[in-house]
């Protein structure tokens, strides 16, 4: 017999006690017969401690409805969406109830709505969103004060967005894109999401992108051998903004990529998401600095994989205008997408 998780023993613990002494309340307060008066006092989630009122609530949670005249419930709904309920965890005074997982919380009509064989009555209550992601971060990275950026991802309800701790007007949102405008002194600084469910913060910083939909600075970039595809414009496949790099390459052939110098002193590494096309497990590639004097070879897979190099290991360099790469995999050739290639901050 599989034995019970503790969690779960001592939720279940927590949630009978509760129950037990709101019943009690209840019995006491009504001399054991149910009010007549249907009434929404206030919602809280179930958990350990003070019960907390609060005016929103997450998908999947457990919550308790406190008030009077529930001994009759028949329906309650979250946003219109009609929630199963134990009507063994039902009192005239409490009801224990979970969010169901499928309740819609954009474009909704944001209340709890309790049905019993008297009556109805509503109460205000939002059920959130999950915390926000950022999917393919935000474009373009390297922008400067007054331009508008487009961030990526998903759960975007009602987003706050900030550069550091300065918070810009957002221009549109929907659940899977914003638009705002960079405020000033924006550089070098994280962009946050925040909504009410939690925040979720950029990986790449403002101005530190060699790749972003577009080589950054770019003064020439070529194949070895002048036939192999070298494509900056790939839209099919991507880790971060519309585009990635797209290389075509022959066995151990390799590429150049030139840019105009640029001051790294505030970078602590070279950064950058790679992927193979081919399923081959031995699929790898070499990034070479420094004129060759530093080369280091990088495994990665069919997913989209984040490398992330040390100055450190290639030299401590102050500037950077220069990055070759070579096909290492040892299999004939590979196609290699490459995206969100830049640096990042100390």
């Known amino acids: 017999m599989k034995k019970l998780k503790i969690k779960y023993l001592l939720s279940f613990l927590m949630i009978a006690s509760i129950f037990s002494v709101l019943s009690s309340c209840s019995n006491d307060d009504n001399n054991g017969s149910a009010s007549s008066v249907l009434a929404i006092e206030s919602v809280s989630k179930s958990e350990a401690g003070d019960l907390v009122a609060t005016d929103f609530g997450f998908a999947n949670n457990v919550y308790i409805i406190k008030g009077s005249g ?38 909704a009509s944001n209340e709890l709505k309790i049905v019993t064989k008297t009556g109805s009555i509503t109460y205000p209550f939002v ?81 530190s992108a060699l790749y972003d939909d577009a080589l950054q600075g770019d003064t020439g970039h070529w194949m070895w051998n002048g036939a192999d595809t070298f494509d900056t414009n790939f839209t099919s496949d991507k880790a971060q903004g519309l585009k990635s790099i797209k290389f075509i390459f022959g066995g151990w052939n390799g590429a150049d990529m030139k840019f105009a110098s640029r001051d790294v002193s505030k970078y602590k590494a070279f950064r950058v998401r790679v992927k193979s096309i081919s399923t081959n497990a031995d699929a790898s590639i070499k990034f070479v600095f420094g004129g060759w004097a530093y080369q280091i070879t990088k495994p990665f897979s069919t997913d989209w994989t984040y490398i ?39």
């Open 70 to 107: 529930f001994s009759s419930v028949q329906k309650i709904y979250f946003n219109d969406t009609d929630t199963y309920f134990n009507p063994t965890l039902v009192t005239d005074t409490a009801i224990f109830v979970t969010i169901d997982i499928n309740t819609p919380y954009a474009n």
């Open 127 to 207: 059920v959130a969103p999950p915390a926000p992601v950022l999917l393919y971060g935000f474009t373009p990275i390297n922008a400067a004060e007054g331009d508008v950026v487009t961030i990526y991802g998903n759960f975007f309800l009602e987003p706050v967005v900030t550069f550091g701790t300065t918070a810009t007007p957002v221009i549109s949102s929907s659940l899977t894109e914003i638009k705002v405008k960079v405020p000033a002194n924006s550089n070098s600084k994280y962009v946050t999401v925040t909504t009410i469910s939690g925040s979720a913060t950029s990986t790449s910083a403002v101005g």
């Open 308 to 346: 992330e190099i040390p100055f450190s290991e290639i030299g401590n360099p102050t500037t950077f205008d220069q990055l070759t790469l070579q096909e290492s995999g040892g299999f004939g050739g590979n196609t290699i997408l490459m995206d969100d290639m830049g640096f990042v901050l100390k």
